[in-house]
């Protein structure tokens, strides 16, 4: 079976849809791996549950893996459901309101506790693991702690955790830091097509791309997002000065949203 692991959503619903059309063009029957930060952010998070509940009934093979702002809107959508009139006072806000008002609180909180019960998803038939965040090289994946696994992010300075990793632990997909166009990382001896790590948050939410990657034939899928372009993104520099290009996506296409 083919699988697509699926970048950050952040609660961009029309991108998500104009994604799967094209998904759906290369294998209707293709494995959906979402790599976490499903719901938070953007504006359609209610399309993100709608089109996932959607595709499970289309007996579609969908895997979530667990995001540091799922463990962000549990809490928040849990309090929504169990006080209705409360207001968040949070930048949540949105988030609560569009799901409420599509009456999907409880579907975007299964959704949510699904994700959170699964810190990493090893494709079969690969030596490839999804996860959101990271690892530490030096501890290795079985050694790193979960919470390291969601949330590692290095700061804008800082070196980021991938250009320490020698491979012992096969090719690793992660999402949790934008850039504007997934980074890629050879295999350090120089001789393996195969890379260790890709990152695939484009940063859709914020007017960058959302980005599909198929391990098994190192390829991206993506479309450009409907959001506004933030200066921060536009202005963001990579965290390793030797390696600033890395491979980004050849067949990558502009295309029009649809839906």
């Not at 970048?7 to 998500?16: A, I, K, R």
Request: with cysteine; hydrophobic share 35%; proline share 7%.
């Amino acid at each position: 079976m083919r699988t697509f692991v699926i970048g950050d959503l952040h609660g961009c619903g029309s991108e998500l849809i104009a994604l799967l059309n094209r998904l759906d063009r290369e294998d209707p029957t293709a494995r959906l791996v979402f790599v976490g930060d499903l719901l938070t952010k953007g504006p359609e998070p209610e399309v993100v549950v709608e089109e996932l509940l959607a595709r499970r009934v289309e007996q579609r093979e969908i895997v979530l893996v667990c995001g540091n702002h799922e463990i962000k809107i549990r809490k928040k959508i849990k309090r929504a459901i169990e006080r209705p009139l409360e207001e968040d006072e949070s930048n949540h806000q949105h988030t609560i309101d569009a799901l409420r008002d599509a009456d999907l609180l409880h579907e975007a909180l299964d959704l949510v506790e699904e994700a959170m019960c699964r810190v990493s998803y090893a494709i079969p038939g690969e030596r490839c693991t999804v996860i959101h965040g990271g690892i530490d090289p030096q501890l290795g994946f079985a050694l790193t702690p979960d919470a390291y696994k969601i949330s590692v992010k290095a700061e804008e300075d800082d070196r980021d955790w991938w250009w320490d990793y020698d491979g012992r632990d096969g090719l690793i997909v992660v999402g949790h830091k934008p850039f504007h166009k997934p980074v890629v990382v050879p295999h350090p001896d120089g001789r393996r097509s195969r890379p260790i790590v890709v990152n695939i948050d484009t940063g859709c939410a914020y007017g960058g791309r959302l980005t599909a990657y198929e391990p098994d034939r190192d390829r991206f899928l993506s479309v450009p997002s409907a959001q506004p372009t933030q200066s921060w993104f536009v202005n963001r520099k990579h965290s390793s000065p030797e390696m600033d290009a890395p491979r980004g996506a050849s067949d990558v296409q502009d295309q029009k949203l649809s839906g």
